[in-house]
């Protein structure tokens, strides 16, 4: 295709061992089992799942904050595992995390100026007055404008909004290639969100960033980014372009999320949504075969909860992993 | 209007005292609810939705510097009851609260059963064997399996413990429920589960239930009636049908753009601004400094005037019909 990819993921497993009284083993929690794909620079990426389903362990592996069991994240066709730990310094240079509480990401006793300025230290960036001009410019960039007024400020006396802000400027101020936003939006108002996604958008298109937002909410999802990949019990189920994937979603899961998803209509109130029953299987002991069996709606006997199901491409571009696409390839 | 309402609330006051002054955290709110009827209260956070909820159950922190109006439930006075007696007939009996995060204050050394059947047993005096038939109907009746009621509330995932704490303020079958923010911690599969309950709950038992989110994609699942909150006051309340189709008062239109939407629709849009501070708050309309529509009248504080049937509106915008 166009682009060497900048992000690959191969088969990756994070594995969490359970311990019985502080010692002794209880289990392994699967939290990523087996999750593959590839970003391209400059592409926006949004990792959909609910509370539970290994999203953020992903986020984690991909900063290289979690250490594989098995599987490897390829950055520039560099394995992670791989490298020394000054290359590994120089991979952090290359990411920018923005976290999902604000206020608990920024030390307190930083004023906004220490906070930005920080990462340019640690980096030997620039001579003082330069380092001060790329803090400007990135609080500028954010728009905490006068910039004055905000050098200065500790994080407690800005809003929850503008603590966000700062966030997203210090994790771009080392002008990463890679930028992994794990809810950023979550602890903040309705009416706040769509100006800090709009702003994650700018930051992300202006610097042709491979944007990965972990979220639950597919509802943004669709607006900020251009690719989805739906996560379940420590799998990717399916992964398309925006269009694609909410204008004929294929895995079951997916469409059960998408037909969850209110609009405000008032039509709501006179009737049930149509929800799967159970809840999603326990990380320690998964079901076999396909992990959404015991809940699915297509369930196939003798099939699907046996064999697990690899990631079908019923379109060019759209995998799905579901045993119901089985035929209906497309040529590759 | 106050005559075989189930709520009534006029001119509803609680500020609480801080060093800086006193925070109008509910400023004269009025509103009447029927019987079986769900109204959603919206607005963000810090507008006031929890402490009107708390003005309501008359749950007062000790900084209260103002607590005034008139509140009736099935017209009876509330604010001229003692505090004795409003314990024990109001609160739980006539209003129940599932509080924000309530889930997780549940008592983690007790039986989900047996803290479901407490106000059973203790207030209703029924015995053990009695309260526990009572409780399995009614954990029935929310979607928690039998067998859940002998588990601890670690042994629960978020949406089985949202259906206890639910089961819990129905146990005295009260008039009415207030939901605080019930659904916004929980995942959008359990999100439209927990939606279900309530709208099984209404229909089966007419519960009423006063919900506050922030979240107005989900409230349109339960509500009647809306209610828009923004800086301590009620700047809209209106039918619900009429309200989802079209909000009138400019802030409503702001925070129903600011929605992203799943299918059709715009880009969301963001609200510029900020809300003002609840200590001196300006005179006047309080949405005025992020309004596009401003006008030189918006320096005087706008009436809720009724525009349509079952419509009030607190902006100038709408306030010519009133006076023709």
């Known amino acids: 295709m166009q682009d060497e990819p900048l992000l690959e993921v191969r088969d990756l497993h994070v594995w969490f061992g359970l311990r019985r009284w502080g010692f002794g083993h209880a289990g392994v929690v699967r939290a990523v089992d087996g999750v593959s794909f590839t970003l391209r620079p400059g592409e926006a990426a949004a990792v959909v799942g609910e509370s539970g389903s290994g999203k953020s362990t992903l986020a984690k592996a991909i900063l290289g904050l979690n250490r594989p069991a098995k599987g490897q994240v390829i950055f520039e066709g560099k394995p992670l595992d791989s490298l020394k730990p000054r290359e590994m310094r120089w991979y952090r240079s290359q990411l920018g995390y923005v976290q999902q509480d604000p206020y608990g990401a920024l030390p307190p006793f930083m004023s906004v100026r220490r906070i930005l300025g920080e990462p340019l230290v640690i980096n030997k960036v620039g001579s003082k007055p330069e380092r001060e001009q790329r803090i400007r410019e990135a609080l500028e960039e954010v728009k905490l404008t006068p910039v004055e007024d905000f050098l200065p400020k500790f994080p407690h006396m800005l809003s929850g909004g503008q603590q966000q802000r700062v966030v997203i400027a210090r994790s771009t101020i080392m002008q990463p290639r890679l930028l992994v936003a794990d809810e950023p939006v979550s602890m903040l108002d309705a009416s706040v969100r769509v100006e800090i996604l709009e702003l994650l958008q700018k930051q992300q298109e202006a610097h042709n ?7 639950h909410d597919l509802s943004t999802a669709r607006h900020f980014v ?20 909410l204008d004929n979603p294929l895995h079951p ?30 990380l320690l002991h998964p079901p076999t075969g396909c992990r959404f069996h015991p809940r699915c709606p297509a369930f196939m006997k003798g099939i699907c909860d046996v064999k697990e199901p690899p990631d079908f491409e019923p379109q060019v571009g759209h995998l799905v992993a579901c045993w119901l696409y089985e035929r209906g390839q497309v040529e590759s | 209007m106050k005559e075989n309402s189930l709520l009534y609330a006029q001119d509803l006051r609680l500020y609480f005292r801080t060093t800086r002054g006193a925070v109008q955290a509910v400023d004269r709110v009025s509103f009447t609810m029927d019987r079986r009827q769900a109204l959603a209260v919206l607005g963000e956070s810090g507008c006031g939705k929890s402490s009107l909820a708390r003005a309501i159950l008359r ?72 309260a526990r038939d009572r409780v ?7 979607g928690v399996p039998e067998d859940f009621l002998n588990r601890y509330p670690f042994e629960l995932s978020g949406g089985m413990r949202q259906r206890v704490v639910i089961a819990m303020a129905l146990v005295a079958d009260p008039y009415l429920v207030i939901l605080d923010e ?28 006063l919900l506050i989110t922030h ?11 809306v209610a828009v909150m923004y800086a301590g006051q009620l700047v809209e309340v209106s039918d619900a049908a009429s309200f989802f189709y079209q909000p009138l008062h400019p802030y409503s239109r702001k925070l129903m753009a600011s929605v992203p939407r799943l299918r059709g629709g715009e880009k969301p849009e963001f609200i510029p601004g900020q809300p003002p501070s609840l200590i001196n708050p300006p005179g006047g309309c309080r949405f005025a ?28 915008l709408y306030s010519a019909d009133e006076e023709s």
């Open chain 2, 215 to 225: 979240d107005i994609a989900t409230s349109s699942e339960l509500a009647d009636q």
């Open chain 1, 253 to 282: 899961y997916t469409r059960a999320l998408i037909a969850a998803i209110p609009e405000p209509d008032p039509e709501n109130a006179a009737t049930f949504k149509d929800v799967p029953p159970g809840e999603p299987p326990s």
């Open chain 2, 59 to 130: 749950l007062l922190p000790r900084n209260v510097h103002t607590y005034s109006g008139e509140l009736f439930l099935n017209n009876q006075d509330l604010m001229s009851m003692g505090e004795e007696s409003f314990r024990q007939e109001v609160r739980w009996s006539g209003i129940s609260l599932v509080a924000q995060a309530a889930m997780n204050s549940l008592n983690p050394v007790v039986r989900v059963g047996e803290q479901v059947a407490e106000p059973l047993e203790i207030n209703q005096h029924l015995n053990r064997r009695e």
């Open chain 2, 182 to 209: 019930p659904t916004s911690a929980l995942d959008v599969l359990t999100q439209a589960n927990i939606m279900n309950v309530l709208k099984r709950i209404k229909e089966e038992k007419s519960t009423s239930f």
């Open chain 2, 136 to 142: 399995r109907e009614l954990l029935q009746m929310v």
């Open chain 1, 209 to 215: 960033l491979l944007l990965i937002y972990i979220t």
């Open chain 2, 289 to 316: 400094n992020r309004c596009p529509f401003r006008f030189d009248r918006c320096q005087e504080d706008p009436p809720l005037v009724k525009v349509e049937q079952e419509r009030w509106v607190k902006c100038w």
């Open chain 1, 226 to 245: 251009q690719r989805i990949l739906v996560m379940y019990a420590a799998k990717i189920v399916e992964q398309a372009s925006v269009e694609q994937l």
